[in-house]
């Protein structure tokens, strides 16, 4: 049971690039959420999932676009990658039944 | 929305002191008040949480009291230890949903000198 997982730990970009990070959970959880973490402000919501084949936005949406395809995994893309796109972005999922979000290691995102 | 605030950003204490981290949340209908700890190169782990019907818990060092009428809550860890040395955010939710989100405070990192 590997819990949450994210591809890649680390990336580097140039501006107007494009990339996908992608989310993995192996324990059945029906909702998953993709946060960014800058210093000095906390988690922010970018987007969020609450089953199969459902998306909605969070608080921080925009340059951002997410599918969920699959239950067992979340994708987070850039389509063109922005200076201000520069994070760690941590996946994070929960059981319908609880409350409690278990998150991810982080991926660590530059843009150049 | 909510607006989570948390104080202070930083807390230096020494080794076997208490540490006392508190938030204010601004929607009186939120009822859901999780604790993380966050290590270094590591993602957020839920340490404790509380429901708006209980006014306090415990587990083992660790406490949580809320406020339901001041809107505020309060992480309080006793008898700290270096291990205990990290980022700690606080969170509320309003939870009726699936669509219920969290929303964080902006973290306190936490120094406990041996």
């Known amino acids: 049971n590997a819990g949450v997982t994210q591809t890649p730990k680390f990336r580097v970009l140039k501006t107007g690039q494009s990339m996908t990070l992608l989310c993995a959970q192996d324990?059945?959880?029906?909702?998953m959420y993709w946060y960014r973490q800058d210093p000095g402000m906390g988690l922010r919501l970018i987007h969020y999932s609450v089953g199969e084949g459902t998306t909605a936005k969070g608080e921080v949406p925009d340059g951002y676009n997410v599918s969920r395809l699959k239950k067992q995994n979340f994708l987070l893309g850039l389509e063109s990658a922005a200076p201000s796109q520069t994070s760690v972005y941590f996946c994070?999922?929960?059981?319908?039944?609880?409350?409690?979000?278990?998150f991810g290691p982080g991926t660590r995102l530059t843009v150049l | 929305g909510e607006n989570v605030e948390q104080h202070p950003s930083t807390l230096s204490v020494q080794e076997g002191d208490s540490a006392v981290i508190k938030c204010t949340y601004s929607d009186s209908a939120s009822n859901y008040f999780p604790w993380y700890k966050q290590e270094l190169g590591k993602g957020p782990q839920l340490i404790i949480d509380i429901r708006s019907n209980v006014g306090e818990k415990k587990d083992q060092r660790i406490a949580v009291t809320l406020n339901k009428t001041a809107k505020h809550f309060s992480l309080h860890i006793t008898e700290t230890q270096p291990e205990d040395s990290a980022v700690y955010f606080c969170a509320a939710s309003k939870v009726n949903s699936g669509y219920s989100t969290l929303t964080f405070g902006k973290g306190t990192m936490l120094l406990v000198s041996p």
């Open positions: 324990m059945n959880h029906e909702y």
């Open positions: 994070a999922s929960r059981p319908s039944l609880t409350d409690t979000q278990y």
